[in-house]
Nanobody, 121 residues
């Protein structure tokens, strides 16, 4: 599986940004796709995950109600819509693919390159 993430940038607090992750290389119906992030000086943390087949989602408490993960089957692309952004959302965001639904980074076998999101106040 190859993953290509994009969409990061500089945004003012309270603003919105949408990240995309284009996937290729295998059948996706059995996969789960996750977003993780690593803030400066911090450990990588789980953000959201979606089960490709059913569309079931799960979010970290820190982003629940502000972020939304979705997928486009035709484009084999996963999105992370980020609203009401806060400075503490500043991080490098990574998409990842796994054969099962998980919020644990070590469970993911495939990773895209990161995309930087910077939120200023």
């Amino acid at each position: 599986v190859q993953l290509q993430a994009c969409g990061g940038g500089l945004v003012q607090a309270g603003g919105s940004l949408t990240l995309s992750c284009a996937a290729s290389g295998r059948t996706f119906s059995s996969l789960a796709m996750g977003w993780f992030r690593r803030a400066p000086g911090k450990e990588r943390e789980f953000v959201a995950v979606i089960r490709w087949s059913s569309g079931a989602t799960y979010y970290a408490d820190s982003v629940k109600g502000r972020f939304a993960i979705s997928r486009d089957n035709a484009k084999t692309t996963v999105y992370l819509q980020m609203n009401s952004l806060k400075p503490e959302d500043t991080a490098v965001y990574y998409c990842a693919a796994n054969s099962y639904y998980s919020n644990v980074a070590s469970a993911y076998a495939y990773w895209g390159q990161g995309t930087l999101v910077t939120v200023f106040s």
